[in-house]
């Protein structure tokens, strides 16, 4: 029993390690980084999730710079009873590329990341709050509904080579139209 948890408590340790050590892009640009973007990746292992995954779809948000350097952040998903809307404060850091909001589901900071974005395609964005595995996602973000296999695959790698299981990455159904007209 003693060796399962040393092995549980290192394996932790290591993936909160691997955490901290991902930066954001070099030179990010929050003013190119702005505008609409879809929701088209997601890996995430929580326990808790495990119920929803067949249920995901893919989430647009608009990510707006605030003069002060901080981003609005407004999603929108299609949800059963509908299209529900959330409003993210993305605060900056003295990192451009990270960025850190309270979490009201969650009662709780967490860190953004703009990992790896080309600004007119896709972003690679990790959402975790450190040592604490249950709030880490990897999101694979696109400025349409459809991104290449190429970056995909790309998504996928970088998920598994950050600890986690080929099952708990997804790429989420269509969005319906929502909010409509979009």
């Known amino acids: ?42 890996a995430y292992d929580s326990p808790a999730f495990v119920q929803y995954r067949n249920k995901i779809r893919i989430s647009m948000g608009v990510l707006t710079p605030l003069d002060n350097g901080n981003a609005n952040m407004s999603m929108w998903s299609q949800k059963s009873n509908g299209c529900l809307s959330d409003v993210y404060i993305y605060e900056k850091t003295a990192v451009p590329g990270l960025f850190t909001y309270f979490s009201a589901r969650h009662n709780r900071v967490k860190d953004i990341t703009v990992v790896e974005t080309d600004y007119t395609e896709y972003a690679l964005v990790l959402k975790h709050k450190k040592m604490n595995r249950e709030f880490t996602q990897v999101a694979l973000y696109g400025r349409s509904q459809t991104v290449k296999p190429t970056i995909l695959e790309k998504f996928r790698e970088f998920a598994l080579n950050h600890g986690f299981p080929k099952e708990s990455i997804l790429t989420p159904q269509l969005l319906d139209c929502c909010p409509s007209g979009q």
């Open 1 to 42: 029993m003693r060796l399962f948890e040393a092995t549980v408590t290192v394996l932790t340790l290591m993936t909160a390690c691997v955490h901290a050590d991902v930066q954001p892009q070099k030179d990010f640009d929050l003013q190119r980084f702005s505008g609409k973007w879809y929701r088209v990746g997601i």
